[in-house]
């Protein structure tokens, strides 16, 4: 399925997990720390700068976000996770949302995994690899931010966080603009595999 990303629209913040639109339609998910670029992966996966809000406090998205991309999938962006300075509270409430989309019946075709490519990944990463791995859950792994750090260093790391991950992850930069055709391969690339299979 080739897919219009200029055609791009937000839908909705959900602060509830079980007000989620009923609607059946293909969710590519975006996971990951607080302040990883989530909300700038979707901007130049869309080429809007202002599309999704980005923020420069670490955990300030509390919601799940949707966004439909051609009418035809979602692209939802999950809480960031890990912020320390917020309340053990909202860290908790954050996870039983993340947790409670992961366990309504969805139809989720790819999750995208970003992790900060200068830092590699942490416990909190490790432990959202674990819990797709035990769902079963197809991902992907994106090595964001790959214009903070030099050629070659960026593709060293990215190859230590593929070993990691036993993927094949990609460097990904919202500013070059790296890893955005990858991306929208990836993502096509799996609802079509989806497709074929509903024929």
């Known amino acids: 399925m080739k897919l219009n990303y200029a ?14 639109p ?3 339609k293909p969710e590519v998910v975006l996971v990951g720390r607080s302040n990883v670029g ?13 599309f999704a809000f980005t923020s420069s406090k670490p955990g300030k998205t ?12 979602y692209i939802v962006d999950l809480p960031g996770y ?24 969805r139809d989720i075709r790819l999750v995208v995994l970003l ?40 593709a060293e790391k990215t190859e230590k966080i593929s070993e990691t991950f036993d993927v094949n992850a990609f460097a990904f930069s919202s500013e070059n603009s790296e890893g955005v055709e990858k991306l929208r391969e990836i993502i096509e690339s799996v609802t079509a595999e989806k497709e074929k299979e509903g024929e």
């Open 62 to 73: 509390a919601a799940i976000n949707f966004f439909s991309i051609d009418g035809s999938i």
């Open 22 to 24: 009923p609607e059946k």
């Open 115 to 154: 992790i900060d490519i200068r830092h590699g990944p942490t416990e909190d990463d490790m432990l959202m690899y674990e819990y797709l791995t035990s769902k079963n859950v197809p991902f992907c792994v994106a090595a964001t931010k790959s214009d903070k750090v030099s050629k070659t260093a960026a």
């Open 82 to 105: 890990g912020f320390a300075q917020r309340s053990k509270s909202e860290r908790r409430g954050w996870g039983r949302l993340i947790e409670t989309y992961f366990s309504l019946e």
């Open 7 to 20: 055609k791009a629209e937000f839908l909705c913040s959900y602060y509830n997990a079980e007000a989620l």
């Open 38 to 50: 989530k909300s700038s992966m979707i901007n130049k996966l869309v080429n809007r700068k202002k």
